[in-house]
């Protein structure tokens, strides 16, 4: 059995979150992880790996230090890492990103591919329905819980209201949860050996069926016509008292707005 | 083919169980309102089986014309069916501009079908005007006219971006549940009813539904409540929301809380608030013991007046609060839901 997992290395936006004095997001002083869902996704495959002996490859697209959360991951105990990365691919929407995975995957063989449901970047959930469908594939996001019985997964599938039970034949696409499970610690040896090993790294060259009108900024239906960083909501009144004094400042509040 | 050909605002009717989700006529109102700027109409998409009946409901919210594909194929949402079934509507009446819910349906839905019509799609809209792209006329590039400009947070709600669309057809955005306002049920409305069915043949991507389980919990949603007591780590245990709901049942509020909350068991996940949670804007929202993630603010802070309790002075919450107050919830909190009671028995 063949796992593919998608991962993306992504700036870490929870809790260490940097603004510069302007008020702006400094991003250089941010650090950048393995994108939580993509995570879980990796746990879920290597999980396969320890019960079916599947073989678990991952494949990033990005520039080229995304390097480091393919090591992280074969750390972990993904067998292979493969890099896709390229000048023309930069500046890619959701449209041009998963064309360019498709392509990248057409090289590949494999049973299943597994992706986060969404990037806590960009938080669209959109490249990995996406990646199914330029492969002609059934795909089933929001996944909760993955399990293989013969040639089909049976995964629980998370809406709004309850959840469905899926059963899809391979192959197919996942899209991952961080609630799947808890992603296991990379180990000392794993660190020494992923140091050491091969990463595949493709270019522009490497991708198959894609045309270039379908790449990198270009090739993206969506255009950013206005990015700013976001104005919030200023801060009210702030007070320091004791607990007494606390409910009476809250009461008058309350009342002085005619919530009570 | 030329993209003036492409005319009107569709929307995505989504319904669960023959019943229409209310981001549908969100979806309308908003729908109508771009509509006004461009002199075109509204047309909601209804996917479903034995759904027919539901039209009369669209046109009470706004719809001015009803595609109603019908199918048995169709009867519990699937990815593969659904996805024929709105592609074949977009490919055969030819919107502007299609919007669906960012909901855990139209978040799958929507990029399958972007995909497969070969168009861009913006995910998890907050706003949305007709306006032109690029914003400002820029030498030796063409400056398109009623374009849709499609506003979203980005990096866990750190920065906004507007996004356009401008060489694909449709454009096409999610939509953010509880952000865009419904008009008001007009009874008796009628729409003009079109039928369409592409034909529906099972194939390798039709998955199978082996079970079907619904949250039934009786919890009313967080997002019609006028008064939110939301918890978060800081309460301490599942226990001690108790005080919370205290406070909640004396305002004639419902208790929330954060992702950690859920994360760590002590409360279902349709009380999350937060960009993985719901989207909230009660006249009043308590934060309680919460320190203000940039993911949770992303989801109340629209809320009219937010009051936080966090024994943390530097807490983030307190940025965003009108009212904050530095202390013990513990010893708070019982104590301004005795005073709240002995105010409202006074009156």
């Known amino acids: ?260 | 083919m030329g993209l003036e050909e492409y005319k009107g605002v569709f929307v995505y009717a989504q319904q669960v169980d023959n019943q229409l989700s209310n981001i549908s006529f969100e979806l309308i109102g908003e729908g109508k309102r771009l509509a006004k700027d461009l002199d075109t109409d509204v047309t909601a998409v209804l996917i479903g089986s034995d759904v027919k009946g539901l039209a009369d409901e669209l046109a009470a919210y706004g719809a001015d014309k009803v595609i109603v594909v019908d199918d048995p194929e169709l009867k519990n949402y699937r990815t593969e069916p659904y996805a024929h079934a709105l592609a074949s509507v977009i490919n055969e009446y030819k919107p502007d501009i299609m919007l669906v819910g960012a909901t855990a349906i139209g978040r799958d839905l929507g990029p399958t079908v972007s995909a497969r019509v070969a168009t861009g799609l913006t995910a998890d809209c907050t706003s949305l005007e007709i306006g032109d792209f690029p914003l400002n006329p820029i030498p030796g590039q063409e400056q398109k006219h009623k374009q849709l400009l499609m506003t979203r947070p980005a990096f866990g709600g750190n920065t906004i971006a507007t996004i356009a669309c401008p060489d694909n057809r449709p454009q096409m955005a999610t939509v953010r549940p509880g952000v865009m306002q419904k008009l008001d049920k007009v009874e008796g409305a009628k729409a003009e009813i079109i039928e369409f069915n592409p034909g529906f043949t099972p194939n390798n991507k039709y998955v199978e539904i082996l079970e079907i389980s619904k949250a039934v919990s009786g919890i009313k949603d967080i997002m019609d409540a006028k008064i939110l007591v939301s918890g978060g780590r800081g309460v301490g245990s599942p226990e001690n929301f108790k005080i919370l709901e205290d406070l909640a049942e004396v305002l004639g509020g419902q208790v929330s809380c954060s992702r950690a909350v859920v994360d760590s068991g002590w409360k279902p996940k349709e009380l999350q608030v937060g960009q993985t949670g719901k989207t909230v804007r009660p006249n009043v929202y308590f934060a309680i013991g919460i320190s203000g993630a940039i993911q949770h603010v992303a989801g109340m802070e629209e809320s009219d007046i937010i009051v936080a309790i966090n024994k943390d002075e530097d807490a983030p919450i307190f940025d965003v609060a009108d009212y904050g107050v530095v202390g013990d919830l513990n010893k708070i909190v019982p104590a301004l839901t005795e005073a709240i009671k002995a105010e409202l028995a006074a009156k």
Request: charged share 25%.
């Open chain 1, 1 to 260: 059995m063949k796992v593919i997992v998608c991962v993306k290395q992504v700036p870490d936006t929870k809790g260490g979150v940097q603004f510069n004095p302007d008020g702006t997001l400094n991003r250089a002083a941010m650090l950048t992880i393995m994108n939580p869902d993509d995570k879980a996704g990796l746990e879920a495959a290597l999980r396969l790996k320890d019960e079916y002996g599947a073989e678990v490859t991952v494949l990033t697209m990005g520039l080229p230090k995304a390097e480091d959360v393919l090591r992280e991951a074969m750390a972990m105990g993904a067998d292979k890492g493969i890099l896709v990365t390229d000048r023309v691919l930069g500046g890619a929407d959701t449209w041009a990103t998963s064309t360019t995975i498709a392509g990248a995957i057409r090289n590949l063989e494999y049973d299943l591919i597994i992706t986060g449901r969404q990037a806590i970047d960009g938080d669209t959930a959109q490249v990995g329905p996406q990646i199914a469908e330029h492969l002609g594939l059934p795909v089933i996001s929001y996944a909760q819980e993955i399990k293989i019985d013969g040639d089909s997964v049976v995964v629980k599938r998370l809406y709004d209201d309850g959840y469905h039970m899926l059963k899809a034949k391979m192959p197919c696409l996942i899209t991952a949860l961080s609630e799947l499970n808890a992603p296991r610690y990379m180990t000392p040896g794993g660190i020494f050996d992923a140091l050491q090993a091969d990463i595949t790294v493709w270019g522009r060259a490497n991708l198959v069926d894609v045309d270039d009108s379908n790449l990198g900024l270009k090739g993206s239906p969506t255009k950013i016509a206005k990015a700013s960083d976001k104005v919030r909501k200023g801060s009210g009144e702030k007070v320091n008292l004791d607990a007494e004094e606390s409910v009476s400042y809250i009461v008058g509040k309350l009342k002085d707005k005619h919530v009570i």
